[in-house]
């Protein structure tokens, strides 16, 4: 399955070409690289022994998941945030772009299986001030499905770029069972069995980008507002989340 998948992303690379661009706005050729961390804390990951029972702290350890950065763009074919794929239309108000890219809420805790993260595609469809993208895990690790829509504004204040998102994001229940649920042998008596629906979280994120010569410097502030069904998890600590993701990009070429 994964061999049939990059088969055919290598033949989508290979036999692609650019559709629809307009060139004063898009590079033919760009490379940089960097670092980010983006810490999640709304996870249990501590666990106490009590007559041979895991049970959770009331609080958790941040959970520090480290990002490597690279933006590699050649014509149509690109890696950037978003993920790598294929740009069939780039013009100032519209965008889209075919995706693959790792997602998921993957963490591990004491007394449970690993939750991993997965490799997922799909695509980005961007109108003006609206941004939606699809997701879909195609590596059978939780087999669900991820789907965004963002209202955003981007403004640049000399060096820097600033990108207000407010958005609406919808988990399947494979997605969100994978992630939040608690199976029959991980359940105790503080944790106990828990199956999920799918959810409907909201988002709330400003991106800062300050370029310095051929640095850019990268953060992320991000507050989520999680549904009932993720809520209700005796994973969650909270129905809400604040997020920082934070780093720095070198332009290499």
Not at 7 to 24: E, G, P, R, S, W
Not at 36 to 59: G, H, Q
Not at 215 to 237: G, T
């Amino acid at each position: 399955m994964r061999i049939n998948i990059l088969l055919t992303l290598i033949t989508l690379l290979i036999n692609t070409q650019v559709y629809a661009f307009d060139f004063k706005n898009f590079d033919w050729f760009d490379t940089s690289v960097g670092f980010a961390l983006n810490p999640r804390t709304n996870i249990r990951t501590n666990d106490i022994l009590v007559n041979n029972a895991n049970l959770f702290y009331t609080n958790s350890d941040p959970i520090y998941e480290p990002i490597p950065i690279l933006f590699f763009r050649f014509a149509n074919i690109f890696i950037n945030k978003d993920g790598g794929g294929i740009a069939f239309a780039h013009f100032p108000h519209f965008k889209l772009r075919a995706l693959i890219t790792v997602d998921g809420e993957g963490f591990k805790a004491p007394g449970m299986e690993e939750r991993k993260n997965s490799w997922f595609a799909g695509g980005l469809l961007q109108y003006y001030l609206i941004q939606i993208k699809y997701l879909r895990d195609i590596n059978s690790v939780s087999n669900g499905q991820n789907f965004r829509i963002d209202l955003f504004r981007e403004k640049h204040f000399g060096k820097l770029q600033f990108e207000p998102h407010i958005g609406i994001q919808v988990w399947d229940r494979k997605y969100t069972n994978y992630y939040y649920g608690v199976k029959a042998s991980e359940a105790t008596s503080k944790r106990p069995q828990y199956h999920t629906k799918e959810t409907l979280n909201y988002t709330f994120e400003l991106r800062y980008i300050y370029t310095d010569g051929p640095r850019k410097y990268i953060l992320i502030p991000m507050y989520k507002k999680y549904s009932r069904e993720v809520n209700s998890s005796p994973l969650v600590v909270r129905d809400e989340e604040f997020r920082l993701t934070f780093g720095i990009v070198w332009k290499l070429f």
